[in-house]
Each structure stands twice: as C-alpha cells, then as structure tokens.
C-alpha cells in the first residue's frame, strides 16, 4: 500500500483498544478500502464480503460472519454458545424457523428478538478472547445485517468487540444504519483520498519497474484521479501498449481518463473469445462461483472451462483457483453493463436451476428468481413464497413484501391466488408499505369464504386504527362483523372495536352491538377472543364510568384468566395494557404488579427488546404507586432506553410516570431535561400526551411555579385522551386545584377540590379521594380532611400519598401549637420516606422536623438509596439467585456490564458477596 500509513495506524489503534471500537474506512469504488481492511484485520477476524445479490437475504452477511467460527467449536461448546438467548443464532444458521412463534407479529419484536441473541452469542465468543468483525463492501449488506452492526456498535462499551467496516461511496446515498453508525461519536471514520502525485509517482515507479518522468507521472495522477484501482489498470494499459514512462507518452496517457480505462476494460472482455466471455458473464450473474458452477451456467464443456478461466485471469479480470471472483467490483460491473437485460434475465433463471439442484434454499435462490425472464413455474412461485416466510419470521417483512410482489405478478389459480395475496397483503402492512392497508383489502376480497375475508379485513382495521383513528377502523369492522362468522372470529372483531373506541376518546360514536350481552356469566373465558373481549370492555366500562371501579377489576382479573391472555397474544399484546390499566386505575396494585411481571417474563423470554420495553413500562406504573420509586424509576429507564432501537408504543407515558419518579427522588432538573425530550405540537400527538401535562404540572408544582402548573393542567385537559375521564391515572384537576390555591384563588381551588371529593367518595379511589382530601384541606385549612385523609391512606398502599398527608396533617398540627403530635407524624412520614427512596419527602419531612423544633437523625446516602437505577436492577435479579449470565440475558446487556453493575454496587451496599444481597437489599 502507498500513502496509506496514517489511515493503518488510526485502524490499527481502534483495533487495539481493550474495550469495543468501530472502525469504517470510506472512499469510492477502487481507492483501496479493500486492501486496507485485509492489511488491518487479524487473522482470525470473522470477515464478511456484502454482495449486491445478496440484498435480499435477511442476516446474510451476519451468517456469513459467524457460521465458520461457531462451526469450528466442539459440539458441546457450540451448545453452550447458543443456549438461552442464543438459541435464535443457531436456528439463524441452519436456516430453521422453528420455535419462532413465541416471537409475537412480524417486525420490530422479530427482528430485535434476533438483534439481541446475535449480539449475545459475539459476547460469548468475545469471552474467549477480543473479536473482530470485518466486513468488506458493507454499503451493499443486507438490511437486517446493517440494523444488527448498528445495533451491536451502541453496546461495544463493555465487550472487547471491534468492527471494522469498509463502505464505498457513490452517487447512491448509503442505507440509513449504516448512515446512523458513521455518524455516531464513537466510530473512527477513516475517508481514503486520492494518491498525491508522489503517491502515483511512487505506485507507477514500482509496477513498471523504470524511472517514472514527473510530466507522466503527472499525466497518470491527472488520468487516474489518483484512484488506485484505476492508476493500476492505466499501467497495465501503458505496459500493454509498451508506452515508455517519459513525457513522449502524456497524450497517449491522457487519454487514458477514467471513462476510457472502463471502455478499455469492456474492450478486454470484448476481446476475449467466446468461452472466456461466458464464463465472464456466468460469474458476474453468480458474484463468485465455483469451477463446476460457472462451467454449468455458462453451458462450457469442462475441458474447455479451464482454459477459459486461465484467460480471464491471465487478462486481470478474474482472480483464484478454486472459488473464483473478479478482481475488482469495478470490472464486474463493466461485464454486468454489457450484458443485455434478456440475456442477464436468462442467466440468473439458468442460476436458480442451478442452485436449487445443488439442495440450495430458497432464500439463495429468491434473487435470482427475482430477476429471472418471463414467467415463473409453481415451483419458482413457490420458492418465493418460501424465502418470502423465512424474511418474515426473521423480522424483514420488506425483504418479504418484494418477494411475494413477484410471484404475485404470475397468473394463478383463484385458492391459490387468493392465498399469496393475503400473504403480500400482510407482508406489506406490517413493513408499513403505503399500499400494505390496500392490499389487505384486495386479498379479502379475493378470498373464497367469508370467515378468510373477514380475518384480513381485521388486520387491516388494526392497521387503520394505528394509522388512521378508531372512525374509519370502526367503520371497516362493523361491516366485517357480519351473520354466520365463526363464533371466536366475531368476538375478536368485536373486541377490536371495543379497544378501537378505547384507545381514540375522540370517536363519538355507537357501537353496534351492547357489551352487556357479551360478558356472559362469571365463569372463565372459554377462548382467547373472549379474554381479548372482556380486557376490552373492563377498559371501556372503566373510561366511560359505567360500572364500579372493582367491577372493572373483577372484569379485567377475568381476562388474564391466571395469564392466559399473556400466552393468547404474546409478549406485545395490547390487551394485557388493557387490563394493566384498569388494575392500576382501581388500585389492584399487587394484582397489576403480578400481571405485568408475567409479561415482562414472557417478553424477555421472546427477546424481543420492544416487547420487553412495552412489558418494562407497565411494570413500573403499580411499583410508583406503590411507592417503590427508585425501582419503578429502574424500570421506566429499561423502556426510554430502547428508544434507541425504535420504540416508542409508550415512551410518552414513561417519561410522564419516570418524570414524577424524579420529582420523588428530589432530582428535578433530571426531570426537567426528560420532559424536554418529547415536545407537544411538535412531535406526533399521542393518547398519552395529557399523562405529559399533568406530569409537567407536577414538576411546576415541585418547584414552586403555580402558573406554570395551571397552564399545565390545563394543557391535559384539553387533550382529551382516553384517560380524560380516569380521574385516578390523570389528576389535571388536583394538580389546578393546588395550583390555584397556591396562587391565591381559593374559591376557584376549593371547586375543584369538592368535584373531586365527591366523584371519589362516588365512585371508589382511595388515592383519589386521599389526594383530594389534601387539596380541598389547603383550599379550606381543614386539619379535618388531612386526619380523614391519614385515616384511609394508612389502609391503602399508595405510600407516597400517605407520606405527603402526613407531613400535611404534621404541618397544620405544629401551626395549631400540638409540636409532640407533628413531631409524631413527621418521624413516622420520615421512616417511610427513608425506605422508600423519597427523598423530596424526606427532605421536606426533615425541615418540618427543624421548625417544629426537633433536631432528625442524619442518614447518609447508603445501601439501595445510592445505587444507580441500572445497579438496582442488576442487584434485584442477583438477589434472587440469577447467575451473570442469565442477568444479562434478561435485561439485555453483556455479561460485563453485570460484572461492572456488581462491582460498583457492593461498596455502596457495603457487602463483598451476593448472597449477601438480601439483607443489603431490604
């Protein structure tokens, strides 16, 4: 290599480093990425060529880059690798889709599910010693195989994993993941540049063994750009046409440009005879082939085959022995362009055959099918059909959307024309196609029986709903619903239109039929379409304020029928939220925390990362009401973390919940920036923005801003979401209220606090009535309605509540001239602060303790209290016996950084072992 020292080393250094790096060396087509990233990987790098052909094939280049590693290892060892959530890897390699099921619809939850066993089998190989991943023309990788490398470069902090990436650039704009990890703070990019006229000097001085004139050596840099690919073919040029290296030769060498150097390629493959250039043509359809392989599809007799690969090498066109491939893409590119589109169509049919008489799958042969002439047999369509499910279940449903367009281009029987559109149909919706709705539409009504018209109309209105609103989504069910559907088909659909008008508060409409008739008796559900039924209706009951807060509970305990429903509709099911919702909303917080911990063991069993976000976030909404904040607060950090990948179903919620676990944990300009990361009006609208506002509020309120809050309060108000009416999840009314009284306008305080009083002691809602109790005692300086309220939040178990009436109640006692019974309320409001992690209350419930005169007893920031959320929550799994292992399997994270989690928390614990985590822990 020439000039290339510099670029080596910087390569070398990130190589080097004892913790993950990345490196990507970028330039264009011929400036020598290629060879600079064979100079720098090791030996026993895992390397990886991205092919153009190959686009389609989901995690191509990721098996390409595992599959003779893991395959070296003992069967033992290789069991060991890919257990747990390696498990996904192995089925990856053998081309098997089975046991993925469990991974929920086609997809983010697919797709993640293998981001996340991929990057746990390179961390069980990184055990072993440091691992570099080298992947070569990576610009042309399939998607999945790009979301993976930009998945696994934002967790190398912790593992010795290095990737080292070499990308082309040109007139096409790299694919987004790609684009996103060149960006990315932590990549060494490495831009080649053109050799200096010293360079080309030098490269020319070299290959031509002569002295090199400095005005032909100006004249090659001028011709060649200074790319070395092309500075090599012009001296190959120059040598063939015996030209000498003086300034006799700079014309003949200007002419020489780069446009030419092509056409002078062209013209040596023209030049060739008739073998060699089928054998040419052969491999650049095939991209790289065997001897026997590009005998067969160039349709050469063997004896002749031979000879005519020697030329092809001889002319600097192919290059190797066994497994042939040109020696630059630039030349393959030249034979390819000079291929008429018939006889390139011709060629990759005759490829396929090829292929698929060597046992090939369908996923090898799906490109070439893709690009074969004229029409398909039902072999051909079925192949595609074949690849098409396998792209699906691996989470690329575009990949599977191209594949079954094609095949629906072929003439077809009516069942099985009827079959392959709902599959495209189903493919395009869930990569989110434009027309992917359309398509459903078009398969239903393809279908020859009512009962397959109606399962993909049902598809297409959840679509509709997510996309469009409950109206349309509505509209499309009840005419789906109608007479002598299977009886579980008509109670899904009615379930979807119960849930449809729960989650859009804005559709007025009536449904058409009376939910009453639906429930049945109290018996359990017999199917998962009436679980679905009854979590809708528990919900809608809830949101209309049609039955009793414990008849929506009861309605809802119904549903998850001793969790059924988790297994019903798999990790990322929304009707698990619905009876989650409802339990939190009716104080059943022990029964929610029981439900969403199933489903948070159900979706990390998936490992699906959005699922497990989804399932995390859930999980933290009855631990915060209970109380446990700095857990909770743990929990709604796992669900904003994997933003990063994607997810957003509730990350609105979970920053609106997290923001008043900071409030808690008197971190308020922690909860002021994550506020700020979701912006009303100018991001997309959400159900859950009036959750946002009232939170926002919240923060107002904590720092002493009562206009602020009421302008807050006011912004959920008049968001009209579906928990407008759930005075138990969304308190814009109290959060106005105490605005207001804060602000002096106690008449207007004092409404709002009655309205809220006597809807509580209506309808049920300890915390509610509580925390009305509080506000309407500020509005009207009741100590009568803090003791009531102390009274029944001492029943309850929403402990921060009680923490804040107690300190209250304290308040109005020491101002009445009772100092030993504040005294009293404030040491027992400092207890439960204490243990619990409040520490705003703890703070406040300390400087009551000083006014009233009684000095508290200091407690340092030790034990749990000073672990860090990611602490808390490796140290919780430890607790109950978890090895590393399975730690890091569960919460998505590499081995290490359990390791590095342990290690920082045992200190502050002041314990050396886990098993003295339980008595550390509390």
Not at 209 to 238: I, K, Q, T, W, Y
Request: a negative charge; charged letters at 25%; glycine letters at 8%.
């Amino acid at each position: 290599m020439i000039e290339r020292d510099d670029e080596l080393a910087r390569v070398r250094r990130t190589l080097a480093t004892r913790e993950g790096g990345v490196a990507v060396v970028m330039g264009p087509p011929g400036i020598g990425r290629s060879t600079l990233l064979r100079a720098a990987a090791p030996e026993d790098a895992l390397r990886a060529t991205g092919r153009e052909l190959e686009r389609s094939l989901p995690f191509g280049v990721t098996v390409e880059l595992l599959r003779e590693r893991l395959a070296r290892l003992g069967a033992k060892e290789r069991a060991r690798r890919l257990e747990g959530p390696g498990a996904l890897v192995g089925r990856l390699l053998d081309g098997s889709a089975d046991g993925l099921d469990d991974l929920g619809a086609a997809g983010p939850s697919r797709l993640h599910a293998h981001l996340h066993a991929l990057t746990w089998v390179v961390g069980e190989l990184a055990e072993d010693g440091p691992v570099v991943l080298a992947v070569d023309d990576v610009q042309w990788a399939d998607d999945a195989s790009l979301r993976w490398l930009a998945y696994l470069a934002a967790r190398l902090e912790d593992v010795p994993v290095k990737l080292l990436l070499a990308a082309a650039t040109g007139p096409e704009p790299l694919p987004e993941p790609l684009t996103d990890l060149v960006a990315s703070p932590m990549t060494e990019l490495v831009q080649l540049a053109p050799l200096t006229l010293a360079g080309v000097t030098a490269a020319a001085t070299a290959t031509l063994a002569v002295p090199v004139d400095a005005a032909f050596a100006r004249a090659c840099a001028d011709s060649s750009g200074g790319n070395p690919f092309l500075l090599s073919e012009l001296l190959l040029e120059v040598q063939r046409r015996g030209l000498s290296a003086d300034a006799d030769s700079v014309d003949a060498v200007r002419e020489l440009r780069p446009e030419g150097l092509r056409r002078r390629i062209g013209a040596r493959v023209r030049a060739l005879d008739g073998d060699a250039r089928r054998a040419a043509e052969a491999l650049a359809v095939l991209e790289t082939g065997r001897f026997d392989q590009i005998t067969a599809l160039a349709q050469l007799e063997p004896r002749a085959a031979g000879p005519a690969l020697d030329r092809l090498v001889a002319a600097d066109i192919v290059t190797g022995e066994r497994e042939f491939a040109f020696v630059h893409a630039l030349v393959r590119q030249v034979v390819t362009d000079a291929l008429g589109p018939g006889e390139r169509a011709r060629l990759h049919g005759g490829a396929a055959v090829l292929l698929q008489a060597e046992g090939a799958g369908p996923e090898r042969l799906a490109p070439h099918l893709l690009r074969a002439p004229g029409s398909l047999d039902p072999a051909g369509i079925d192949t595609l059909r074949a690849a098409a499910a396998a792209a699906l279940v691996r989470g690329t449903p575009a990949i599977a959307s191209a594949l079954l367009r094609r095949a629906s281009e072929e003439p077809a029987a009516a069942p099985a024309r009827a079959s392959l559109l709902a599959a495209l149909g189903s493919a395009a919706s869930a990569a989110g196609e434009p027309d992917g709705l359309a398509l459903l539409i078009t398969a239903a009504n393809a279908q020859p029986d009512a009962a397959s018209a109606a399962r993909l109309r049902l598809r297409a209105a959840r679509g509709l709903l997510m996309t469009q609103g409950a109206a349309p989504a509505l509209e499309l069910l009840e005419a789906t619903l109608v007479d002598d559907l299977p009886a579980e088909l008509a109670d899904e659909i009615r379930a979807t239109m119960v849930g449809a008008a729960n989650l859009d508060p804005s559709w007025a409409g009536d449904l058409p039929f009376t939910a009453d008739t639906l429930l049945g008796t109290d018996a359990a559900p017999r199917s998962a379409a009436e679980r679905g039924m009854l979590a809708a209706v528990a919900l809608r009951r809830l949101l209309t304020g049609e039955t009793a807060p414990e008849e929506a509970a009861a309605l809802a305990l119904r549903a998850y029928d001793g969790g059924r429903i988790v297994d019903d509709e798999g990790p990322d099911g929304v009707s698990v939220s619905f009876i989650a919702g409802v339990l939190l909303a009716t104080g059943e917080l022990e029964r929610d925390r029981e439900v969403t911990g199933a489903l948070l063991e159900r979706a990390r069993r998936s490992g699906s990362l959005p699922a497990y976000a989804s399932a995390a976030y859930l999980h933290g909404c009855p631990l915060l009401h209970l109380g446990e904040v700095a857990e909770a607060h743990a929990w709604f950090e796992v669900a904003l973390d994997a933003r990063r990948i994607g997810w957003n179903t509730y990350a609105v919620g979970a920053i609106a919940f997290d923001v008043r676990c900071l409030i808690a944990l008197d971190r308020l300009d922690d909860a002021a920036r994550l506020l700020a990361e979701h912006r009303p009006g100018v991001d997309a609208p959400t159900v859950l923005d009036e959750l946002y506002h009232a939170s926002a509020g919240r923060l107002a309120l904590a720092r002493g801003d009562a206009r602020t809050a009421l302008e807050c309060a006011r912004r959920s108000e008049a968001s009209h979401g579906p928990l407008h009416a759930v005075r138990q999840l969304n308190d814009w009314r109290l959060i106005a209220a105490e605005a207001l009284a804060r602000d002096g306008a106690t008449a207007e305080a004092l409404a709002l606090a009655e309205e809220e009083v006597a809807f509580a002691r209506r309808h049920g809602g300890t915390a509610l009535l509580g925390a009305a109790l509080r506000v309407r005692a500020r509005a009207r300086d009741s100590v009568e309605d803090l003791e009531e309220a102390v009274t029944l939040l001492r029943e309850a178990p929403y402990v921060l509540e009680r923490i804040d009436a107690l300190i209250d109640l304290a308040v109005a006692h020491r101002r009445g001239g009772d100092r030993a019974r504040a005294v009293e309320l404030l040491d027992e409001a400092l207890d439960a602060a204490a243990r619990r992690g409040a520490r705003a209350a703890e703070a406040r419930a300390r400087a009551e303790l000083n006014v009233a005169g009684r000095r508290p007893r200091r407690t340092a920031l030790r034990g749990r209290d000073a672990l860090t959320a990611a602490e808390l929550r490796v140290c919780t799994l430890a607790m109950r016996q978890q090895t590393n292992r399975e730690i890091a399997g569960e919460l998505f994270v590499t081995v290490k950084t359990v390791e590095k989690h342990l290690a920082s928390a045992y200190p502050k614990l002041g314990i050396s072992s886990r098993r003295e985590l339980a008595d550390a822990l509390g």
